[in-house]
Nanobody, 124 residues
């Protein structure tokens, strides 16, 4: 079992920045691919970014490339999502997730463990 707890969400103006954190506990954290997803009311859960176990490989959705950066700190069991140049369309609940199967990192179905989510609201 892996427990994930997100923090760092909040209200920010367009063009601003936020840093989301995900604290992981439980089974060996370093054996998982870690991802961030988001969901807005009435929409499906959307892939944002993912990072490999070593931190050497990352993947980001086209909608956030160049603005969001995912990173991992295995020593402290933390995953981060640095979000810059935020836009109103980035408003959503952001979820941290752990994937022990690999495969397509953008598929929510491959992620076995999820946090409770943290709200990000970007005002125009």
């Amino acid at each position: 079992q892996v427990q994930l707890v997100e923090s760092g969400g909040g209200l920010v103006q367009a063009g601003g920045s936020l840093r989301l954190s995900c604290a992981a506990s439980g089974r060996t954290f370093s054996s998982y691919v870690m991802g961030w997803f988001r969901q807005s009311p009435g929409k499906e859960r959307e892939f944002v970014a993912a990072v490999s176990r070593s931190g050497g490989s990352t993947l980001a959705a086209d909608s956030v490339k160049g603005r969001f950066t995912i990173s991992v700190d295995n020593a402290n069991n933390m995953v981060y999502l640095q979000m810059n140049s935020l836009k109103p369309e980035d408003t959503a609940v952001y979820y941290c997730a752990a994937n022990k199967y690999g495969g397509s990192w953008s598929r929510p179905a491959l992620y076995s463990y999820w946090g409770q989510g943290t709200q990000v609201t970007v005002s125009s």
